[in-house]
């Protein structure tokens, strides 16, 4: 391994949101990880980190730089994810008011989390929280 690191995720400060993301694209950058994966890894965590913002109790993120992959582990205490497939739909959102009218909401985040990612693992409890796995995968020139 060559990085973890871990990142707490507030609950109700959505003024925050988007630091973990810029922190975790600075760090990958200084590692030498491959600029298309720190673009990914920089959407995954930025939607991930909002999710966590907008719709939870607060959280954490785990950063995991490995020489074959980087992982990003998202935990949150909030109302769970009651059908997983839906929320996979492109425009499915269950965004409050307040969070639309802010320019959030759009029902993307899940979405682009699955398109920059090699792997998405959701497991989530309605009531308890949720913890989503997303891997993306290095070059394998770059492995070893």
């Known amino acids: 391994m060559l990085l973890r690191r ?3 995720v507030p609950a109700d400060a959505i ?3 988007g630091q973990v993301s810029t922190e975790v694209r600075r760090l990958l950058r200084g590692l030498g990880v491959e600029p298309e994966v720190v673009r990914r890894a920089g959407i995954v965590c ?3 980190e ?3 913002a907008l719709y939870t109790k607060g959280g954490r993120i785990v950063l995991v730089v490995r020489p074959d992959r980087v992982e990003l582990l998202f ?3 909030g109302p769970g994810i009651a059908d997983i ?3 996979k739909q492109p425009g499915y959102s269950t965004a409050p008011d307040w969070a639309r009218e802010l320019g959030f909401g759009a029902g993307m985040g899940i979405p682009n989390m699955e398109e920059n990612s090699d ?3 959701i497991r989530s409890r309605v009531g308890e929280g949720t913890v989503i796995r997303a891997t993306i995968l290095r070059r394998s020139d770059a492995a070893g």
Do not use: K
């Open 46 to 48: 930025f939607e991930g």
């Open 75 to 77: 935990s949150d205490r």
């Open 6 to 8: 871990v990142f707490p």
């Open 85 to 87: 497939d839906l929320v």
């Open 50 to 52: 909002m999710n966590i």
């Open 15 to 17: 003024d925050q949101a």
């Open 119 to 121: 792997a998405l693992v």
